[in-house]
C-alpha cells in the first residue's frame, strides 16, 4: 500500500486530555539555521532542531553543496561550513518545503556554478516567479520556465546590483531567502518591500534575528526596506525554540477537550508569528466573529476546525496565500469541514467562513478527510476527531513534513488511533 493510500481514524477519547507534551524544534528557525551556518566557516552547533521531511531535504542539499553535518543525536545539528557552497552534482531535490526551496534558490547564487532548486509535485506548482525576478535584478542569471521549480541558477558567487525591490503578496518567503543570501555577497545590498504590508512580517523578523545571531548586520532603513552588509557569517553554536505552529494543534486539544496539555514552554514565550493563535484559541468558545489570519497564516487550518465546534459562526480573513501553500488550505478546509456536515464552512473570495455547531460533538458523522498530502490539513482534522465520531484521515503520514511523532502524541494523551499508523 502507498503511504497515499493509508487511513487513521480518530476515537474521539471522552476525557479532557491531559499530560506533557513538548513540540518538535521550530521548522523556520531550523532552517535558517541550517543555511546560516551552511554559509558560515567553522562549526555551528544547532541544537533543540526540528528533524523532519522539511529539515532532511534542506540539510541534503547543503550536504551536496559540500557541507558536512552531522546528527549526534534526535535535535541537534552540527554543522561544518568552508564559508562558500559548492556547486552540487545532481538537482537540488526539496520535497514540498518551501523554505528550503526558496532559501536555497537565493543562496544558490553564491554558488560559482549551475544549481537546479527542484521539489515534487506540489512544489512544482507552487509559484518563485517574484523571487527569480529579484534575484535576475540582482545581476544573477537565472530561470524557472513555469514560474514554479525547477529553477535553474547559475550563479558566479556573488551579485552585481545592489537594491532589488520584492513583491512578497505571494511569500514572505521570498525576502527571507534575499536577505540570508544577500549577506554572502561582496557589496552592500538593499532590499525593499513591493508593498506596504506583507503577510506573516513576523517569519522576516524571524529571519533577521538569526541573521544577526550568525554575525550578519542588518539595518532597517524604513519598514519596508532592509540593507544587509556583506559581512558573510561566522559560526556559531544555537538554540532552537519549539514550534509554534506545531504547539497550535496541543493548545486546542487541550481546550477542545477541556483538557490541560503541558508543552513545557509559555505561549508567550515563542518569537514565531504563529504564536499569537494563543489567544484566539484560549477564547474558545467565543472565538471572534472575524479572525484575521494574515500574520498567524500556518495556525489558520487549526483555527478552522476548532471554530466548527465555537458558539457562533467565524470570518477568516486576509488568508489569500493559503491557496498557494502546500494545497489550496482554504479549498482544504472548506472540502473536508462541508464532507463533516454539509454547509459547516463555504468559500466566500478568498475568506473562510465557518458556520459553527457547537451540537457536533458526540455525534457520529462518518467523514474520509482528504489531506491533498497537506501535514497542517491533517493534523488540524484530527482535531475535529477528538470530539467527532467517525472522522477518518487520509494520507496520515504527511505529517511527517514538520512533526513527524504527531500520531505517538496524541496516543501518549490517551487518544486512539485505527488502521495505518504511520
Ligand atoms: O519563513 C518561514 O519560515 C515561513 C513563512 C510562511 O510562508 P509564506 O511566507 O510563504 O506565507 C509560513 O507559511 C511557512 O510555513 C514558513
Ligand atoms: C506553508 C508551510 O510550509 P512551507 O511553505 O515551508 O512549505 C507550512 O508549514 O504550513
Known sequence: MSNADQKLTILPPGHPLEGRVSPPGS?????RALLLAGLAKGTSRLTGALKS???????????AMGVTISEPDETTFIVTGTGKLSA????LFLGNAGTATRFLTAAAALVDGTVVVDG?????KRPIAPLVTALRALGV???AKTGCPPV???GTGDFTGDHVTIDAGLSSQYVSALLMAAAGGSRPVNIELAGEEIGARGYIDLTVAAMRAFGAKVTQASPSVWQVAPTGYHATDYVIEPDAS???YLWAAEVLTAGRIDLGVAAEAFSQPDAKSYEVIASFPHMPAVIDGSQMQDAVPTLAVLAAFNETPVRFVGIENLRVKECDRIRALSTGLSNIRPGLAIEEGDDLLVASDPKLAGQTLPADIDTFADHRIAMSFA????????????DPGCVAKTYPRYWDELASLGVGLEGDRP
Open 88 to 91: 552540487p552534482e545532481k538537482p
Open 246 to 248: 506545531a504547539a497550535t
Open 141 to 143: 542569471t537565472i530561470e
Open 27 to 31: 521548522k523556520s528557525i531550523t532552517n
Open 120 to 124: 515534487d509535485q506540489h512544489m512544482r
Open 383 to 394: 482535531l475535529a476527531g477528538l470530539k467527532i465520531n467517525g472522522i477518518t484521515i487520509l
Open 152 to 154: 535553474t541558477v547559475n
Open 53 to 63: 521531511d522539511d529539515t532532511r531535504y534542506m540539510a541534503d542539499a547543503l550536504r
